[in-house]
């Protein structure tokens, strides 16, 4: 059995979850369906003679959604349910053996009263004529799809052939139909010249056999039941994570990838700050920091990443293999504890950070009697205690900030100063 070769995926022309004349999903139907509405049907028959013809096949599509699907019976009637109004498109998926049908598609509109006219025509007297095959030719279609998804594919090119010569070419429309009309008893071989857009070739060549009565197997079953999948083409999305000034690699940062909103995927970098997502199809996706390393500002930029059908992918533009998403580490607090008579903390005090004599911070104690400076950097400053009119009360400690991070208050190595 070929791998990408379904027998058995849906009936074209049935919701997935229905099977053909279920009476409960007619009910469904029925029953969603304005009161005022009844059933309507039309006719299949042969143009030379006029009569019926049964086992012709019909979908009825809405905004290119499967609404229904019906055949005609041994008098040549096909039934629908009731319809809200609208305007609908009619399509023959299959006609009856040994016939071809003279159109294929057809425009249906339901009006405000439930009156349904199909090309113009009342329902009630439409017809949908065919032509005997005086060769008995026979058709077959099956149906492309995305072997993760399941989504209908369009622009599949395939080839049949019959003893490798080939004889007709057909191209998946929008609702995944790769079509073959018109063939004459024997043994043919079916291949895909060109994938659809994104995805991968199927290689296999799938055999197909036209019976003396019109029938039409491939691969050693019914046509009617056939699908092809592909596999989508997939690029990876990768990208290091290091120190903003240092460059070096960052472990622990989260990452999250979304696709219109919705994550995808989420990844953690390793020791050597490599962020590996997997790989994806092409599309725009948008990548976003969840958590930074320990020690580091979270990166709040939300980065577009475009994976191409060419196989490039960029983060902001920058192809993969050089994207580099950095973090700013957190400097240590200067923390500056007041207190007055008997350790009780004083709340309200201002002290000043300046440098080169411009002030560069201030803060107020709180409660607990704590002021504190964040994110400072590296350099010498003075440290000021202000009285309430904002002037220097004389007080003042040098504050030495190096570029490692460590701090220096008053030549000692610590960032806390305890003021009385």
Known sequence: MKDSFRHTPFR????????????ELWLSYIEKSPRNQTPFMFYV?????????????????????????????????VWFPPLREGLY???????????????????????????????????????????????????????????????????????????????ATSTSDAEGFVQFYGLSEGVYQLNELCPPEGYMKVSDTHIVVVANDGTVTIDGYAAEYASIGNKPILYDIFFQKQDELTGEPLEGAVFDLLHGGIVLYTAISNEKGEINFGSFAPGTYTLKEQKPPSGYHINEHEYTVVVAQDGMVTIDDMPVEYARIRDKKEQEQIT?????????????????????????????????????????????????????????????????????????????????????
């Open 336 to 420: 500056v504890r007041k207190y007055v008579q008997r350790l009780e903390p004083e709340r309200g005090v201002t002290f000043q950070l300046s440098q080169n004599n411009v002030m560069v911070a201030c803060a107020d104690t709180n409660e607990q009697g704590e002021a504190y400076f964040h994110d400072m950097k590296p350099g010498t400053y003075m440290l000021i205690q202000l009285t309430h009119d904002g002037q220097s009360t004389g007080e003042k400690h040098t504050v030495m900030i190096e570029e490692s991070g460590t701090i220096i208050i008053d030549n000692q190595v610590t960032n806390i100063l305890d003021i009385q």
């Open 45 to 77: 028959v042969d143009a030379d003679t006029g009569y019926g013809l049964k086992g012709a096949e019909f979908s009825l599509f809405q905004r290119d959604e499967l609404v229904f699907g019906s055949y005609s019976n041994r008098s040549g009637a």
């Open 89 to 167: 498109q009619l399509k023959e998926a299959k006609p009856p053996k040994q016939y071809v049908p003279e159109k294929e598609a057809f425009q249906m509109y339901v009006d405000y009263n439930g009156n349904i006219c199909i090309e113009g025509v009342p329902a009630a007297r439409f017809q949908v004529f065919h032509k005997r095959s005086s060769e008995q030719k026979a058709s077959f279609s099956v149906i492309k799809y995305d072997i993760r998804t399941g989504k209908r594919l369009e622009g599949a090119v395939f080839q049949l052939c019959q003893n490798h010569v080939p004889v």
């Open 12 to 23: 074209r022309e049935q919701p997935p979850n229905a099977q053909r004349g279920s009476m």
